[in-house]
């Protein structure tokens, strides 16, 4: 390959000619799962809350977003905007301005990790083929549009649009056969192990696990191949 970018592989992954990700919690920030991202800002924010309460809240409205229609068009910003507003009536809270403050929490940081993953996703163009398989709502082409990731990406496959959701390999052998990809040459990188990292090991992808600040692991679980804190890491393993 040529380009401004052009990089040749070493090491790791010599056969490899595809890198996947996950979206929510990778792409969009270094391991960190939504669910504990709203602990954190719910605290920032002054409420004291049991996280049982805000668990719920959040996946109830996790639950309405997957069955609106409207939130297919939905950028980041609007996204969390109706996210959010949807775990405060679950939670009967009535803060406008508190509200705002959490939307506005997640988004900068989001925004941040999103537009520093996009230059490494340039840069890992160069070499290997890229996607997205993502658990989502059925916008999560319009979040890759937005966040300037979706020139670099061959492949952006949507639970919702697919009609199958991780941890089912299925999806995993869906994105293969679009890229007409045997699965020992394609890497995938996810943060949850469950939903990520096992169904891609079980039908024979290369793993990279982002493990964040609350890594979930099964008991006896196989190890990835490699796992990382932040994509930033990414260059030194598949480069």
């Known amino acids: 390959m040529s380009g401004e970018f052009s990089i040749m592989k070493t090491g790791n992954f010599p056969h490899c000619e595809a890198i996947l990700f996950d979206f929510g919690g990778t792409l969009d ?21 049991p996280p049982a309460e805000i668990k719920r809240a959040f996946y109830a409205a996790d639950q309405l977003c997957y069955k609106d229609a409207r939130v297919v068009s939905m950028g980041l910003r609007s996204l969390m905007k109706h996210h959010v507003g949807l775990q405060f009536a679950s939670l009967n809270l009535k803060d406008l301005s508190k509200q705002a403050e959490i939307v506005e929490g997640f988004c900068a940081k989001t925004e941040r990790v999103l537009k520093r993953n996009a230059q490494l996703l340039k840069r890992l163009k160069s070499v290997y083929r890229l996607g997205v398989i993502s658990n989502f709502y059925g916008n999560v082409a319009t979040l890759c549009g937005e966040a300037e990731l979706a020139d670099s990406l061959d492949l952006i496959l949507d639970s919702a649009e697919v009609g199958v959701s991780k941890p089912d390999p299925e999806i995993f052998r869906i994105a293969l056969s679009k890229l007409d990809l045997a699965p020992d040459r394609a890497i995938f990188i996810g943060d949850s192990y469950e939903r990520d990292i096992e169904p891609a090991r079980q039908i024979g992808m290369k793993t990279i696990w982002l493990k964040g600040p609350n890594p979930r692991i099964p008991e ?20």
Do not use: C, M, T
Not at 32 to 46: K, M, N, V
Not at 225 to 232: P, Y
């Open 29 to 49: 920030s270094d391991g960190e799962h939504w669910l504990d991202r709203f602990y954190e800002l719910y605290e920032q924010a002054g409420f004291d809350l």
């Open 220 to 239: 006896n679980a196989e190890k990835p191949d490699f796992e990382i804190s932040s994509l930033v890491e990414l260059g030194s393993i598949v480069l």
